[in-house]
């Protein structure tokens, strides 16, 4: 069997110029990176801001297991799939962050014969993005301690500041640290730290915002600080907003690359969905509305994170509104919801697939009551028996939801034509999408609705100092809605508990203020903002063969 870096090497490109054109983008509104990928120039998205847009599709899934579900394949296999029956569809996804790249997650471009290619590319340095992401976040870092370093003119308390810096990579060492040591002239001291580049506000603004004049708004209303008077220092006050909106300049502008059906997918921004909201870019998705029929988009990790903050967040600030939601779910992933060991996934076992099916059957409830139709996506493996997959389509049934089974990892679009016709017939109805809380809901009562209508969760609990900065900030903010930082394996904030858990509380350790990016973070249970590396990172494997190709790559 061929490996997914394999059949992405096999696959026929065409030159970029050519996608460009499916799309209607004349060669001169492009900037090539090579000869395939590129970026789509902001006088050509400016053009279309009049345009009718086409229908909007949110692909998810259950909570993820080491079985895997395949959301990203899913996404891109539908999207071939809708163009195989005559729709121009669009895929629209996430960057890969290089943490988990060669920690233990893998890449992000999908697999089989469902993958964005060029796959290499996409899953390393790509167009530079996170690189002008992580400069920008740093230099503000290092305009702090710069302006506190030569007289603090804003009397910036050390003690008080929030901004930590960034990197992309997994590097537990670095998230706690005591910088400015070693004398006067290295600063002042205090402690500190890095969270991962898909964690920063930045990443969250680029990927939130309009254009140029939006995005620096927004990055120079990130609070970085407080004054020794407990007043707010913000990225604008220390003059650092236009530098960084320069640096990311270029990163703003969507990039167009292709299926290994060479149909147009879009790829920007990535924040991760267990520790920030989890959506590419709206700047992304708008254009390939108004550039499609139907866009084919994802939310990360399981739908309790990544679609709750889809629906809670990008849809809420963009005044998007899915047509259909798409629930991707495994026989195998299912079977480990239900208490199977990884080792024993190859044998039949109904009994726990109709266990592990609960947390099915949460999620297609917590979707349809944001109003949305659904359907559920059976990523098929070769193992998968026939009376286990009538156990997760009679699951679903019972739900009212219809649950296809689809094979476009192993056959590409062809794989998934039946559920594109099912995705063009339950967009063809009234959408009826309404949130989950309104904005004036007090911020904490927003954190408890989360945790209690999505995770099933009895009671949530935070430290007094945690109630109150949130009231403290809810005169100011308490319109924006919550970010939750989870844990994306459970329902709960323990990731042993699988299935559809009951009882259980979330702990709120934490919050932060994402002024700029317009939502509050909740940090719950032993959640980090810097993951670490496992104890065999997929680094181990990678490297170049005799011929200098990537070897070990996903």
Request: contains cysteine; hydrophobic residues 45%; glycine residues 10%.
């Given at each position: 069997?061929?490996?997914?870096?394999?059949?992405?090497?096999?696959?026929?490109?065409?030159?970029?110029?050519?996608?460009a054109e499916r799309l209607g983008i004349g060669s001169?509104?492009?900037?090539?990176?090579?000869?395939?990928?590129?970026?789509?120039?902001?006088?050509?998205?400016?053009?279309?801001?009049?345009?009718?847009?086409?229908?909007?599709?949110?692909?998810?899934?259950?909570?993820?297991?080491?079985?895997?579900?395949?959301?990203?394949?899913?996404?891109?296999?539908?999207?071939?799939?809708?163009?195989?029956?005559?729709?121009?569809?669009?895929?629209?996804?996430?960057?890969?962050?290089?943490?988990?790249?060669?920690?233990?997650?893998?890449?992000?471009?999908?697999?089989?014969?469902?993958?964005?290619?060029?796959?290499?590319?996409?899953?390393?340095?790509?167009?530079?993005?996170?690189?002008?992401?992580?400069?920008?976040?740093?230099?503000?870092?290092?305009?702090?301690?710069?302006?506190?370093?030569?007289?603090?003119?804003?009397?910036?308390?050390?003690?008080?500041?929030?901004?930590?810096?960034?990197?992309?990579?997994?590097?537990?060492?670095?998230?706690?640290?005591?910088?400015?040591?070693?004398?006067?002239?290295?600063g002042v001291p205090r402690e500190s730290g890095f969270?991962?580049?898909?964690?920063?506000?930045?990443?969250?603004?680029?990927?939130?915002?309009?254009?140029?004049?939006?995005?620096?708004?927004?990055?120079?209303?990130?609070?970085?600080?407080?004054?020794?008077?407990?007043?707010?220092?913000?990225?604008?006050?220390?003059?650092?907003?236009?530098?960084?909106?320069?640096?990311?300049?270029?990163?703003?502008?969507?990039?167009?690359?292709?299926?290994?059906?060479?149909?147009?997918?879009?790829?920007?921004?990535?924040?991760?969905?267990?520790?920030?909201?989890?959506?590419?870019?709206?700047?992304?998705?708008?254009?390939?509305?108004?550039?499609?029929?139907?866009?084919?988009?994802?939310?990360?990790?399981?739908?309790?994170?990544?679609?709750?903050?889809?629906?809670?967040?990008?849809?809420?600030?963009?005044?998007?509104?899915?047509?259909?939601?798409?629930?991707?779910?495994?026989?195998?992933?299912?079977?480990?919801?239900?208490?199977?060991?990884?080792?024993?996934?190859?044998?039949?076992?109904?009994?726990?697939?109709?266990?592990?099916?609960?947390?099915?059957?949460?999620?297609?409830?917590?979707?349809?009551?944001?109003?949305?139709?659904?359907?559920?996506?059976?990523?098929?493996?070769?193992?998968?028996?026939?009376?286990?997959?009538?156990?997760?389509?009679?699951?679903?049934?019972?739900?009212?939801?219809?649950?296809?089974?689809?094979?476009?990892?192993?056959?590409?679009?062809?794989?998934?034509?039946?559920?594109?016709?099912?995705?063009?017939?339950?967009?063809?109805?009234?959408?009826?999408?309404?949130?989950?809380?309104?904005?004036?809901?007090?911020?904490?009562?927003?954190?408890?609705?989360?945790?209690?209508?999505?995770?099933?969760?009895?009671?949530?609990?935070?430290?007094?100092?945690?109630?109150?900065?949130?009231?403290?900030?809810?005169?100011?903010?308490?319109?924006?809605?919550?970010?939750?930082?989870?844990?994306?394996?459970?329902?709960?904030?323990?990731?042993?508990?699988?299935?559809?858990?009951?009882?259980?509380?979330?702990?709120?350790?934490?919050?932060?203020?994402?002024?700029?990016?317009?939502?509050?973070?909740?940090?719950?249970?032993?959640?980090?903002?810097?993951?670490?590396?496992?104890?065999?990172?997929?680094?181990?494997?990678?490297?170049?063969?005799?011929?200098?190709?990537?070897?070990g790559l996903f």
């Amino acid at each position: 069997m061929k490996t997914d870096i394999e059949i992405a090497r096999a696959a026929t490109k065409l030159p970029i110029a050519r996608i460009a054109e499916r799309l209607g983008i004349g060669s001169e509104e492009i900037l090539p990176y090579g000869h395939d990928k590129a970026k789509i120039s902001r006088d050509f998205i400016d053009g279309l801001r009049h345009r009718p847009e086409g229908k909007l599709v949110l692909v998810t899934a259950i909570n993820p297991t080491p079985a895997g579900e395949g959301k990203t394949t899913t996404t891109v296999g539908l999207g071939d799939a809708l163009n195989r029956i005559g729709q121009r569809a669009t895929v629209c996804i996430r960057e890969a962050s290089l943490g988990p790249n060669f920690g233990m997650k893998g890449g992000a471009a999908g697999g089989g014969h469902a993958q964005v290619i060029p796959m290499e590319d996409m899953n390393l340095h790509f167009t530079g993005d996170f690189h002008a992401i992580t400069s920008a976040h740093n230099l503000l870092a290092a305009m702090i301690d710069n302006h506190v370093h030569w007289g603090n003119a804003l009397d910036i308390d050390p003690r008080r500041i929030t901004w930590r810096r960034v990197m992309d990579m997994n590097d537990r060492a670095l998230r706690d640290l005591v910088l400015g040591l070693g004398g006067t002239a290295n600063g002042v001291p205090r402690e500190s730290g890095f969270d991962i580049t898909v964690a920063s506000e930045v990443m969250a603004i680029l990927c939130l915002a309009d254009d140029l004049a939006d995005l620096q708004d927004r990055l120079g209303r990130i609070i970085v600080a407080q004054t020794r008077a407990g007043q707010p220092v913000t990225a604008r006050d220390l003059q650092a907003d236009g530098a960084m909106t320069v640096l990311l300049r270029d990163a703003l502008q969507p990039n167009l690359v292709q299926t290994l059906e060479n149909n147009p997918a879009l790829v920007h921004g990535g924040p991760f969905a267990n520790i920030a909201h989890g959506c590419n870019s709206v700047l992304a998705t708008r254009t390939a509305l108004r550039l499609s029929d139907f866009v084919v988009t994802e939310a990360g990790f399981g739908a309790d994170l990544g679609a709750e903050k889809f629906l809670g967040i990008k849809c809420r600030k963009a005044g998007l509104s899915p047509a259909a939601v798409v629930l991707v779910a495994t026989v195998r992933a299912l079977k480990m919801n239900g208490g199977v060991a990884r080792a024993d996934l190859g044998s039949e076992n109904v009994t726990a697939v109709r266990a592990g099916a609960a947390n099915l059957t949460r999620h297609i409830r917590n979707l349809q009551g944001y109003g949305l139709p659904v359907v559920v996506a059976i990523n098929h493996f070769a193992t998968d028996t026939a009376a286990e997959i009538a156990a997760v389509q009679d699951a679903a049934e019972a739900e009212g939801v219809r649950a296809i089974l689809c094979r476009h990892w192993a056959k590409g679009g062809a794989g998934a034509e039946d559920l594109a016709r099912e995705v063009l017939r339950l967009s063809a109805q009234p959408s009826d999408f309404r949130p989950l809380y309104p904005d004036e809901m007090p911020l904490w009562e927003k954190i408890e609705t989360i945790c209690t209508r999505i995770y099933g969760a009895a009671r949530v609990e935070a430290p007094p100092a945690v109630r109150a900065r949130l009231d403290a900030w809810q005169a100011d903010y308490g319109h924006l809605p919550v970010c939750m930082a989870k844990t994306p394996y459970s329902f709960s904030a323990d990731p042993t508990l699988h299935g559809a858990p009951t009882g259980f509380t979330i702990p709120v350790r934490e919050v932060r203020l994402a002024a700029g990016a317009g939502f509050v973070v909740a940090i719950c249970g032993d959640i980090m903002t810097m993951p670490g590396l496992p104890r065999e990172p997929a680094a181990n494997r990678i490297g170049l063969d005799s011929h200098g190709r990537i070897e070990g790559l996903f």
